[in-house]
């Protein structure tokens, strides 16, 4: 079983994986010698409204310590609604913190450049 997974439901708590990025960025990477950039793609589910919190709370921690955080949500179809996940995330109003939606392979790269824009060509 992998960090954040919930092998009985099949439900993933994304808050484990954030909580796990903190520690090996403080134990390994010390922001004021590396650049930061956590990315987290996903299909937008999580284990509850509660855990959706939990989480907006720890990429605050990471963007303080992080250059960019880049959040890539996986959908099925054009026709997909926002995710709980994505919809929590678009309460976050930091230039840092740069959401896409992908929704077919060839999104991918495009994606990637979204995260990685210079600083002064975000929209």
Not at 7 to 13: D, I, L, M, P, V
Not at 35 to 47: A, E, K, R, T, V
Not at 93 to 100: L, S, T
Request: include cysteine.
């Amino acid at each position: 079983m992998t960090c954040g997974e919930l092998g009985e439901s099949g439900g993933t708590k994304v808050s484990a994986a954030y909580q796990l990025a903190l520690e090996v960025i403080k134990e390994r990477f010390d922001p004021n010698s590396w650049n930061i950039y956590p990315f987290h793609f996903s299909d937008g589910d999580n284990w509850g409204d509660g855990d959706n919190g939990l989480c907006l709370s720890l990429i605050g921690q990471l963007m303080a310590l992080s250059n960019v955080f880049g959040y890539g949500e996986i959908q099925d179809s054009v026709f997909s609604h926002a995710s709980t996940l994505m919809s929590a995330y678009s309460k976050i109003e930091d230039e840092r913190f740069i959401r896409v939606t992908i929704q077919r392979k060839e999104d991918v790269y495009p994606a990637l450049k979204t995260f990685f824009r210079v600083k002064g060509d975000r929209v």
